[in-house]
């Protein structure tokens, strides 16, 4: 136990009653800076989660925003591993500032280990409503051209989000996956009735990417191409030679 414990001067409680003030978006700046400061001395769990606080707000003038925020994101990283903990719990809880979680998360972990928490991620989500669909596009994004095998059942159920931005995202990440059971999902997502045109088009790209056949389903996608894709003689959507 160090000196400032002793005196009251730094403890779990301590962080916790100083997000008031990191979070405080008026007034004078130097109160706020003055309490993320004291966090990034006080190597708690703790203060990692009430540091966090801060990436859900925004200041004005953006430049103290966008410093503050790097401040912040280096003290987070100065707690290391004790660091991963809050961040996961965060990125679990927090539907704002999912991007800058990852980006701590890839600084202080492998890469298949920000794969594995964006998947545990990923699979909670799919299983609760979230009014705001930025976090899955974010992590959506986060596994796309990634090579990992836990990925495509991770991300499948997102197809039939309510949000057309994320059945975008998530087409997106499973086209160069080649995962045969998302052969079936994208083309009854493409061929439904109720399809925004912008995702039918991902979706015509995702098949093109994947090459999977649109067996089952030939009429219904011919009557939907658009240039540039076509179906070839296997039932295949391919891209119009120039």
Known sequence: MGIFDIFGGSSPDKALKLKPKVTQKYGDPASRQKAIQQLGEMK??????????????????????????????????????????????????????????????????????????????????????????????????????????????????????????VKIAALKALAPMNHEPARESILRLLTADDTARRVQTAALAALQISGFSVQGYREKVEALLVEPYVLDKHGVVVKRQA
């Open 44 to 165: 708690y769990p703790e203060a990692v989660t009430v540091l966090l606080a801060r990436f859900t707000i925004t200041v004005d003038p953006l430049t103290t925003d966008a410093d503050e925020k790097e401040h912040v994101f280096g003290l987070i990283k100065g707690f290391g591993k004790d660091a991963i903990a809050p961040l996961q719990d965060f990125l679990r809880k927090s539907d704002q500032a999912a991007s800058w979680a990852l980006r701590l998360l890839g600084e202080l972990i492998s890469e298949p280990e920000v794969i594995g928490i964006c998947v545990d991620t990923l699979t909670h989500l799919s299983n609760h409503y979230t009014r705001d669909p930025e976090k899955k596009v974010v992590l959506l994004h986060s596994v796309t051209d990634k090579q990992d095998p836990r990925i495509a059942p991770a991300v499948l159920p997102f197809l039939e989000d309510m949000s057309d931005d």
